[in-house]
């Protein structure tokens, strides 16, 4: 499977941006999806993720009550929707497939994903 991560770009504080993940290659409907971040220097870390049916999600704590994550199974796609933005936000950003058919729960484990995109690089100014 190929993830494709878009959406990033240059923000101001407050501000808000919509990144999505398309797959393509085989579905990714039966996988739980996640959104992690990485700093220049600083180990990759987890954001969020949906389980493969949607009904459940978990936040990283420094993004919990302004990131939504969900997805469009229709369109083989995640979202991040990313809102009050802070400059501590800035990141580039990766969406990866969990290496589990549909796994009981969801994992903010890096070694659980085994598909990841290329990232997209989000910036907000202060």
């Known amino acids: 499977v190929q993830l494709q991560a878009s959406g990033g770009g240059l923000v101001q504080a407050g501000g808000s941006l919509r990144l999505s993940c398309a797959a393509s290659?085989?579905?990714?409907?039966?996988?739980?999806m996640g959104w992690f971040r990485q700093v220049p220097g600083k180990e990759r870390e987890f954001v969020a993720a949906?389980?493969?049916?949607?009904?459940?999600?978990y936040y990283a704590d420094s993004v919990k009550g302004r990131f939504t994550i969900s997805r469009d199974t229709a369109k083989n796609t995640v979202y991040l929707q990313m809102n009050s933005l802070k400059p501590e936000d800035t990141a580039v950003y990766y969406c990866?497939?969990?290496?589990?058919?549909?796994?009981?729960?969801?994992?903010?484990?890096?070694?659980?994903?085994?598909?990841w995109g290329q990232g997209t690089q989000v910036t907000v100014s202060s």
């Open positions: 949906i389980r493969w049916s949607g009904g459940s999600t």
């Open positions: 990866a497939a969990d290496r589990l058919y549909r796994r009981s729960t969801v994992t903010m484990k890096m070694d659980e994903y085994d598909y």
């Open positions: 290659g085989r579905t990714v409907d039966n996988h739980a």
